[in-house]
């Protein structure tokens, strides 16, 4: 494993609630900041009191010795508003968000704060969908691999993450829309022509992620095994759909351009994610 860690996120903050989640989402938090060797801001908006503030003292207590490590911010105010003017005024790199289990225990997405939050927010946004006191090991992460000019940076950044955290593969998807195509299947012709205009499709896309591979660093790739998968279907839905069927630990994702297209894209997208979370999803700015 690379031992001179990269520092991509150098400030974490989570917002808390004093839920029964309230000790797992903080211990994931601490073990992140700790992967990163990071600071860590604990956003609390509401009311302080002496009961509260104990409570989050000692479940932070063990993080660091160092005073100016961790740092816990008591506000009033909007939710969504105060933790992203919170975020912005310190110049977090990271917000960590809590998923809500659905009713079967087997599926989880997003209340409506944490989803104007991952929305809105100027720096990268790290969904849990199952914190735990206990490590849990990220051993398989998966990142998109799809044309656009934020993904070799995105790419580049998940490799300095699993370095950072310990894991032991990368698979790169590229999603292919069906539209791509354009072959009808009538007959055994057709059918043939389409198998193979998706094999060239296929093998062009990996020659790009090969490209863009290249230019990642040995050290970041060091100790990892590497894959790419290229894969026909809606985006969005169905890098997800492959990250749940692998069984992945993460899933990187690039945020949406905040340009005129920018909604249309991110319900396009990362909507698909957000609506049923797969795994962990890391979305990178």
């Excluded at 601490?30 to 509260?52: L, S, Y």
């Amino acid at each position: 494993m690379y031992k001179e860690h990269t520092h991509k996120f150098n400030t974490i903050l989570i917002g808390v609630a004093f839920s029964p989640n309230l000790k797992n989402n903080i211990f994931e938090a601490m073990r992140i900041v700790d992967f990163f060797d990071a600071n860590m801001i604990v956003v609390h908006v509401g009311d302080k009191t002496e009961k509260k503030a104990k409570k989050i003292s000692q479940l932070v207590s063990g993080l660091s010795h160092e005073d100016d490590k961790v740092r816990i911010i008591w506000k009033q105010g909007d939710p969504v508003t105060t933790i992203l003017e919170t975020a912005a005024t310190n110049n977090v790199d990271l917000i960590m968000l809590g998923a809500i289990p659905r009713e079967d225990l087997l599926k989880f997405y997003l209340g409506s704060i944490a989803r104007k939050i991952t929305r809105k927010a100027q720096c990268s946004v790290l969904l849990i969908v199952k914190p735990t006191e206990d490590l849990r090991p990220c051993n398989h992460i998966i990142v998109n691999g799809l044309q656009d000019q934020k993904t070799e940076q995105t790419i580049l950044n998940a490799f300095e993450v699993a370095q950072n955290i310990g894991a032991q593969q990368v698979t790169i998807v590229e999603e292919i829309a069906p539209q791509e195509v354009h072959v009808q299947v009538e007959d055994d012709k057709s059918l043939r022509k389409d198998l193979l205009r998706k094999e060239k499709i296929r093998r062009k896309e990996e020659l790009r992620v090969h490209d863009i591979l290249e230019h990642v660093p040995i050290e970041y790739k060091e100790g990892i095994s590497i894959k790419t998968q290229s894969i026909f279907g809606k985006r969005g839905y169905s890098i997800g759909h492959y990250a749940k069927v692998v069984n992945a630990d993460l899933l990187v994702m690039n945020a949406p351009s905040k340009n005129s297209l920018w909604k249309r894209i991110f319900t396009r997208d990362l909507e698909h994610i957000l609506s049923e979370l797969p795994t962990d999803v890391l979305i990178i700015r």
